[in-house]
Structures are given as C-alpha cells and as structure tokens.
C-alpha cells in the first residue's frame, strides 16, 4: 500500500487536503432558482413562454419551469441545452462556435454522445471565479430569443458572484 501512495505522490505530502480535494464553488439550489427567476421575467418582458432548465456542472438538473403556453416539444430541448453547456462548458450552438458552421460535425457530435450535444442555440454555461458551476438552456422561441432569456439568468448569477 505504501508504495502504490509514493507513485502515486512522487514524493512525501505532508497536508494530502492540496493533493485531493479541491475548493470549488457549487450552484445551490438558491443560486439555481434566482437564475431560473430572472430567466422567467426576461421571457415575461419579450412576451415568449419559455421551457427554462438549470443544471449543475454535471449536467443534472436543479430547477425547471415550463411556463405557461410554453411549447411542450421544447421541454426535453431546453434541458439538452443546460447539459450540453455545462458539460462543454461552452454556449450550445453549431460546430465550431466561430466561422462557418459545420452541419456534419455539429450533427455528428450530437449523435457521438447520445444526444448530450446540440448544434441549438440557447444553452449557456454558468462559471463563479472562472469555474463551471453549471448550464442553463433555454427553448420555446427563437434561437436569438431563447439566448437572450439564457443571458439574463447568466447576468443574475453574476451579480451574485
């Protein structure tokens, strides 16, 4: 067993804590429903019932809201939108996210990891510190609308940070 924790080490630790455990900041479920607040009155304020999902940096869903009217096709899009953030920790969208999109890639990703990916716009991941803490998608309306709903839950975490 010693030996298995010098290879493992390198050399001699004395405080393991640096070496194995991390300080990272997690959404809570508060953080996860202010940003999911702020993402509904955005929808209220530009008049588009929304399927809003929130998601922790591993893709597994805190908080979620259909609104009322929302598109009922939308709610599984919305919420491969928040995983497909969070798990890249990059917007959702077409591959690569500048120039050209390219449709067999961005299709090909998708299909890669069992539809955890989307070329869709509306998914934005969430960072504390410069630390992924999770996604939020967003889907009933425009790609440009559903953005625009993702941005105000994402500006609402950032006042909080």
Do not use: W, Y
Not at 27 to 35: P, Q, S
Not at 42 to 64: C, Q, T, W, Y
Request: glycine share 10%.
């Amino acid at each position: 067993m010693l030996l298995h924790l010098a290879l493992a080490f390198r050399s001699a630790v004395s405080n393991n804590t640096s070496v194995l455990t991390r300080n990272n900041p997690r959404l809570t479920l508060e953080g996860a429903r202010a940003i999911l607040a702020a993402a509904e009155k955005k929808a209220r304020e530009i008049s588009v019932p929304m399927n809003i999902a929130v998601v922790d940096d591993g893709g597994h869903l805190l908080v979620f809201a259909r609104m009322d009217g929302a598109t009922l096709s939308s709610i599984d899009v919305s919420l491969t939108k928040a995983r497909a953030a969070a798990l890249r920790r990059a917007p959702s969208g077409p591959a690569p996210p500048t120039g050209e999109p390219n449709i067999v890639l961005s299709l090909g990703l998708s299909l890669a990891t069992d539809l955890k990916l989307t070329p869709i716009r509306g998914g934005l991941p969430l960072f504390v510190d410069g630390q992924c803490v999770g996604g939020i998608g967003v889907s009933a309306g425009s790609e440009d609308e559903d953005v625009q709903v993702a941005q105000a839950g994402v500006d609402a975490l950032a006042q909080f940070a």
